[in-house]
């Protein structure tokens, strides 16, 4: 049994990690949609993350619960700096401009030395451990469960339903959307520091478009009724590619399609508590109908 683990864990054990850190990520943009945000720049702050938390770890030695911390603190605050402005707009038009932020992240990564161009960052440190991918996820799952309970998180409910209605209740919208906002970039940079740990090597080219298409793929797929689609869509969507080898080529064209399927058929994802409960209600009735 141990010398089937061993095996196991050498060859899957980057599946496993991949599954944790998207998990955090698909709840990063969980964070965003409960306020009603349609954010794509969440793969950008993972590589902000990612790009900070290895440059310190590599340039000055620092520990490696300091380097995610900063891998988590940078992209909050360029959240901050960002989101005054831009949240702003909504809907399609806050989908664009965030968009164009990641684009100009990647732009800015490609061009600069430090950054290591086009080639990226090799030789990162291989310091993360499986405790800490699954203590973050832990953490990252009480706090948001925490949230959905307080009064954050009615108020997030209430903006996403009608924001007109909730700034005429008295909440303030534009602070709740900020934090929304600032909350879900510092929880992508402290996965893209988690990423790149275990990756050994980065590039720009990991945190582009097709990155955010990812990333929102995971979290509609699941469902964002509650915290458990999110990390269940990260699961399925995360395992598919090794499951089916074949479609690895096709993956932005595979998660498009997934896209549509679920916005036409299964609008809230395919963790839906309310349509589960309706079903096993039809199911008991149906069957006390028959036995009747």
């Known amino acids: 049994m141990a010398e089937w683990w061993d095996g196991f864990w050498s060859t899957y054990n980057t599946v496993v990690f991949g ?29 902000i993350g990612a790009y900070a938390a290895s440059l310190v770890t590599m340039q000055l030695d620092w520990p490696f619960p300091l380097a995610l911390a900063a891998g988590g603190l940078l992209p909050a605050l360029v959240a901050l700096i960002i989101g005054i402005p831009t949240l702003r707009l909504s809907g399609v038009y806050l989908a664009m401009a965030t968009l164009g932020f990641g684009e100009i992240v990647r732009v ?7 950054t290591g161009g086009p080639m990226g960052l090799n030789g990162i440190p291989q310091k993360t451990e499986f405790w800490h991918i699954a203590l973050l996820l832990a953490a990252t799952l009480y706090l948001l469960s925490c949230m959905r309970r307080s009064r954050i998180g009615r108020a ?14 008295g909440i303030n919208v534009t602070g709740y959307k900020l934090l929304a906002f600032v909350l879900g970039a510092a929880i992508a940079g402290v996965a893209g520091g988690l990423n790149a740990h275990y990756t050994f090597t980065i590039g720009p080219a990991n945190y582009g478009f097709e990155n955010a298409v990812d990333l929102l793929t ?12 999110p990390v269940l869509g990260a699961g399925i969507l995360g395992l598919l590619p090794e499951v089916f080898h074949e479609l690895k080529d096709y993956l932005l064209a595979f998660n498009g399609f997934i896209l549509i399927v679920v916005i036409l058929y299964l609008p809230n994802g395919i963790w839906d508590p309310r349509r589960m409960r309706a079903f096993w209600r039809r199911r008991k009735a149906a069957a006390a109908a028959r036995a009747g």
């Open 19 to 47: 599954i944790g850190v998207n998990a955090m990520l698909a709840l990063s943009v969980y964070l965003t949609l409960s306020c009603g945000l349609l954010s794509l720049a969440n793969a950008a702050f993972m590589g």
């Open 108 to 114: 800015v990564i490609l061009n600069f030395d430090f």
């Open 218 to 229: 995971m979290t509609v797929f699941g469902g964002t009724a509650n915290l458990v689609g």
């Open 156 to 169: 997030f409910e209430a903006i996403k339903a009608d924001e007109i209605a909730a700034r005429l209740m």
